[in-house]
């Protein structure tokens, strides 16, 4: 079975401002992690996603991640946000196992993003 | 190309009586998800299709959640008898099916159960 922990329900920031939104998993088996936004009645987008590889991930309007291991952490961050950025953010993981059946994400309860002029 | 689309946007019912979600996923995707988005549960796995089969129901919190796909297509998800816990947003996903691939989400229909 997997959990995510996203530290920070909230997180109000200024314009232009760095970000950093906190997640820790855990996991008895290998996963995929992903990041995905939701604004304001929509549904959920990817933003980012590691499978393998460079622990460093770079994904979509600006947003990175990076993967550790032996923190068992993805934190999500991006250097400067806009007004736009304003969302909420949900982390997730899913099993990478080839013997695990699909792979339905384990959501973490998301971190809301208020972006301030 | 068109998303993953649900419909109603939106349902209001009374308790007791029984609703009926849809889900179109993207022409050519073969796995399917439903999730529940409530305020009390975070975002929850319901149920999972993939191709011919079995469903993985395990994510399903009663016996009166059923879902089904036809035609590898279409999904319904049912629920009878609604209780006022059942107030949430059920999004659906879809994907290509293998394990590492993007999940593409539609914008949920909304139920609220009165």
């Known amino acids: 079975a997997q959990s995510v922990t996203q530290l920070d329900s909230q997180v109000p920031v200024f314009e232009e401002a760095p970000v950093e939104l906190r997640c820790n998993y855990s996991?008895?088996?290998?996963?995929?992690l992903f990041w995905y936004v939701q604004y304001p009645n929509q549904g959920l987008q990817l933003l980012l996603k590691?499978?393998?590889?460079?622990?460093l991930v770079k994904g979509i309007n600006g947003f990175e991640a990076e993967f550790n291991k032996s923190q068992t952490s993805f934190h999500l961050r991006k250097p400067s946000v806009h007004i736009s950025d304003t969302a909420e953010y949900f982390c997730?993981?899913?099993?990478?196992?080839?013997?695990?059946?699909?792979?339905?994400?384990?959501f973490g309860g998301g971190t809301r993003v208020l972006v301030k002029p | 190309g068109a998303g993953v689309s649900q419909s109603p946007s939106n349902k209001v019912t009374e308790k007791g009586k029984d609703v009926e979600l849809r889900c179109d996923p993207i022409?050519?995707?073969?796995?399917l998800y439903w999730y529940r988005q409530s305020l009390g549960q975070g975002l929850e796995f319901l149920i999972y299709?993939?191709?011919?089969?079995?469903?993985?129901k395990s994510g399903l919190p009663s016996d009166r959640f059923s879902a089904e796909r036809t035609g590898g297509s279409v999904s319904t998800l049912t629920i009878q008898r609604t209780q006022q816990e059942d107030s949430a947003v059920y999004l659906c996903?879809?994907?290509?099916?293998?394990?590492?691939?993007?999940?593409?989400f539609g914008p949920g229909t909304r139920l609220l159960v009165l």
């Open positions: 299709f993939q191709g011919n089969s079995a469903p993985d």
């Open positions: 996991s008895s088996v290998s996963v995929y």
């Open positions: 996903a879809s994907s290509l099916g293998l394990r590492q691939e993007t999940q593409y």
């Open positions: 997730a993981v899913s099993p990478s196992s080839i013997k695990a059946a699909g792979n339905k994400l384990t």
């Open positions: 022409s050519g995707h073969t796995a």
């Open positions: 590691y499978l393998s590889g460079s622990t």
